[in-house]
């Protein structure tokens, strides 16, 4: 074709997506030029051509195996109560492991200043954080923000971490409305920067010791299990009431299941390890928890409960 | 996850992108439930191939699923689901022939029509020629006439799924438009 007339101009003209002047141009020029009249021809017959192919719709098969392992990524990623901790209310909660109780700690904006340092303790059969009636999935004492126990897992995400730390504004907890299902009404002020690049994993292990004998024994599980041990290191979180330290595990995404059955294990190993009279303090208390958080302004707590409160586990994501 | 779960069926994509990122799998498994057919189709004319279509366009739910975080809603879910499913595909037949896996595990054969078994004359010899010419287009080529004849997207969502300026899409197509030209005149004999 010798006319020197666009190609792509005569491509767009084709597809109907010229503007007017374009257009002007273009219906100007094949008035005239059989060359680009037969090429619009050629493309006619060659986009009829190519759309007689059929459209194929997905096998019946294909949704299920992805619902199992995008079920599997949420269970890991994602409790029910991490949905409250990433969207609603950027909780910090810290999880005693242990099969009937938990504790939760929570440190609010208004009381960060002072003294006293907030803890909870749920009482027993309460551990479940579902919203059946008449049962209040969490406690609450001035001063601190609604808290939540889960459950079989752990959870905390970058802004926890950075709550744990007191870094977190007054305007950042601002709450969103959830709908019946519990679930954000509207995305958050940061739903832009919410999304999170890293595709790491994070895990937080907060022990009321310095938390050296817990990372050695994660880091051999991880390293007989060949996983990279991409980082770890103690450092101290929370208030001086928890004495909690933390290490942090980042590991690529596809390995997040050996991961969870390794501190699964773990988990298990620590319920094991606590003693019947930490758990026995923590039901008493627990039972009188409503009474007792009010008054929580910092009188320390039983040394047998200070070692109790310290084993939990934290898995997070950034 | 066939079915849309109650209560969400009124939510618009990004409502549920929202609540896929806050964990809700129902809300994902809508997601795929609206999308898939269209995301397969593409793939299964991209890759030629049932059987690989399928393993693909699961992965490439998968891996938005993993990656949801990372989406800001400046594009259509679609669009993203598009260019994720793309890249899986590109890297699903890097990897087949990398390994040198025989005719049938991605190789590019018409995938089997196996639900209007009495239409199968001319038009279906026309069609598997039309697949094969589609196949021996290189993956850029492929992925642009897919977009714009089969999937009927306009210029500005091809080029937010290529990445690419507007105006590369119109000279990209045109390129593309020839060289299929070329390899339906090599597989049928004739000019289309």
Same mark, same amino acid.
């Given at each position: 074709?010798?006319?020197?007339?666009?190609?792509?101009? /005569?491509?767009?003209?084709?597809?109907?997506?010229?503007?007017?002047?374009?257009?002007?141009?273009?219906?100007?020029?094949?008035?005239?030029?059989?060359?680009? %009249?037969?090429? /619009?021809?050629?493309?006619?017959?060659?986009?009829?051509?190519?759309?007689?192919?059929?459209?194929?719709?997905?096998?019946?098969?294909?949704?299920?195996?992805?619902?199992?392992?995008?079920?599997?990524?949420?269970?890991?990623?994602?409790?029910?109560?991490?949905?409250?901790?990433?969207?609603?209310?950027?909780?910090?909660?810290?999880? /005693?492991?242990?099969?009937?109780?938990?504790?939760?700690?929570?440190?609010?904006?208004?009381?960060?200043?002072?003294?006293?340092?907030?803890?909870?303790?749920?009482?027993?059969?309460?551990?479940?954080?579902?919203?059946?009636?008449?049962?209040?999935?969490?406690?609450?004492?001035?001063?601190?923000?609604?808290?939540?126990?889960?459950?079989?897992?752990?959870?905390?995400?970058?802004?926890?971490?950075?709550?744990?730390?007191?870094?977190?504004?007054?305007?950042?907890?601002?709450?969103?409305? /959830?709908?019946?299902?519990?679930?954000?009404?509207?995305?958050?002020?940061?739903?832009?920067?919410?999304?999170?690049?890293?595709?790491?994993?994070?895990?937080?292990?907060?022990?009321?010791?310095?938390?050296?004998?817990?990372?050695?024994?994660?880091?051999?599980?991880?390293?007989?299990?060949?996983?990279?041990?991409?980082?770890?290191?103690?450092?101290?979180?929370?208030?001086?009431?928890?004495?909690?330290?933390?290490?942090?595990?980042?590991?690529?995404?596809?390995?997040?299941?050996? %991961?969870?059955?390794?501190? %699964?294990?773990?988990?298990?190993?620590?319920?094991?390890?606590?003693?019947?009279?930490?758990?026995?303090? %923590?039901?008493?208390?627990?039972?009188?928890?409503?009474?007792?958080?009010?008054?929580?302004?910092?009188?320390?707590?039983?040394?047998?409960?200070?070692?109790?409160?310290?084993?939990?586990?934290?898995?997070?994501?950034? | 996850?066939?079915?849309?779960?109650?209560?969400?069926?009124?939510?618009?994509?990004?409502?549920?992108?929202?609540?896929?990122?806050?964990?809700?799998? *129902?809300?994902?498994?809508?997601?795929?439930?609206?999308?898939? *057919?269209?995301?397969?189709?593409?793939?299964?004319?991209?890759?030629?191939?049932?059987?690989?279509?399928?393993?693909?366009?699961?992965?490439?739910?998968?891996?938005?699923?993993?990656?949801?975080?990372?989406?800001?809603?400046?594009?259509?879910?679609?669009?993203?689901?598009?260019?994720?499913?793309?890249?899986?595909?590109?890297?699903?037949?890097?990897?087949?022939?990398?390994?040198?896996?025989?005719?049938?595990?991605?190789?590019?054969?018409?995938?089997? *029509?196996?639900?209007?078994?009495? *239409?199968?004359?001319?038009?279906?010899?026309?069609?598997?020629?039309?697949?094969?010419?589609?196949?021996?287009?290189?993956?850029?080529?492929?992925?642009?006439?897919?977009?714009?004849?089969?999937?009927?997207?306009?210029?500005?969502?091809?080029?937010?799924?290529?990445?690419?300026?507007?105006?590369?899409?119109?000279?990209?197509?045109?390129?593309?438009?020839?060289?299929?030209?070329?390899?339906?005149?090599?597989?049928?004999?004739?000019?289309?």
């Amino acid at each position: 074709m010798g006319c020197g007339f666009s190609r792509e101009l /005569l491509t767009a003209y084709f597809d109907g997506e010229v503007d007017a002047s374009e257009r002007a141009q273009t219906e100007r020029h094949i008035t005239s030029c059989s060359d680009c %009249l037969r090429e /619009l021809a050629d493309m006619k017959s060659l986009s009829m051509r190519v759309r007689r192919l059929e459209r194929r719709p997905a096998p019946v098969s294909l949704a299920e195996p992805i619902a199992r392992e995008i079920r599997l990524i949420a269970a890991i990623r994602f409790t029910r109560a991490g949905r409250w901790a990433q969207w609603a209310v950027s909780m910090a909660a810290v999880v /005693l492991v242990s099969a009937s109780v938990a504790v939760v700690v929570r440190r609010h904006a208004a009381s960060r200043e002072s003294a006293g340092v907030p803890v909870a303790v749920e009482a027993p059969g309460r551990s479940d954080p579902g919203t059946s009636e008449g049962v209040q999935p969490w406690v609450t004492a001035p001063g601190f923000d609604r808290m939540y126990t889960p459950f079989d897992g752990w959870l905390l995400d970058g802004r926890e971490r950075n709550d744990v730390e007191g870094g977190e504004s007054e305007s950042e907890r601002e709450e969103t409305p /959830l709908d019946s299902s519990g679930f954000p009404t509207r995305p958050p002020a940061d739903f832009e920067a919410a999304a999170d690049k890293s595709e790491s994993l994070e895990v937080w292990i907060v022990t009321s010791d310095d938390g050296r004998g817990m990372r050695a024994k994660i880091e051999d599980r991880l390293k007989r299990r060949g996983l990279p041990f991409v980082k770890g290191s103690p450092t101290l979180v929370g208030s001086d009431y928890v004495r909690s330290r933390y290490l942090e595990v980042e590991l690529p995404e596809d390995e997040l299941r050996l %991961l969870r059955e390794e501190i %699964l294990h773990e988990a298990a190993a620590l319920e094991q390890s606590t003693s019947e009279a930490e758990a026995k303090w %923590l039901r008493e208390r627990g039972e009188r928890a409503t009474a007792d958080e009010k008054k929580l302004d910092g009188t320390p707590l039983p040394e047998s409960a200070r070692r109790a409160s310290g084993r939990r586990i934290i898995l997070a994501f950034r | 996850m066939g079915s849309e779960p109650q209560g969400l069926s009124s939510y618009s994509d990004r409502e549920l992108v929202w609540r896929s990122q806050a964990g809700d799998t *129902d809300a994902f498994g809508l997601l795929v439930t609206r999308h898939q *057919d269209r995301i397969f189709n593409a793939v299964v004319r991209f890759c030629g191939n049932a059987e690989d279509a399928q393993d693909i366009t699961q992965r490439a739910f998968v891996n938005a699923f993993r990656k949801i975080r990372e989406f800001k809603g400046e594009s259509a879910f679609t669009t993203w689901m598009y260019r994720i499913a793309f890249n899986q595909a590109v890297s699903f037949l890097r990897e087949s022939r990398r390994q040198g896996l025989p005719a049938g595990s991605g190789s590019g054969m018409e995938p089997v *029509d196996d639900r209007r078994p009495g *239409d199968r004359i001319e038009s279906e010899e026309n069609r598997a020629k039309v697949q094969e010419a589609l196949n021996r287009l290189s993956s850029d080529d492929r992925r642009i006439i897919i977009l714009k004849e089969l999937e009927d997207r306009s210029y500005d969502q091809i080029a937010e799924v290529l990445r690419v300026p507007v105006g590369t899409v119109r000279s990209r197509l045109f390129r593309a438009r020839q060289a299929l030209k070329q390899e339906l005149k090599l597989v049928i004999g004739t000019s289309p």
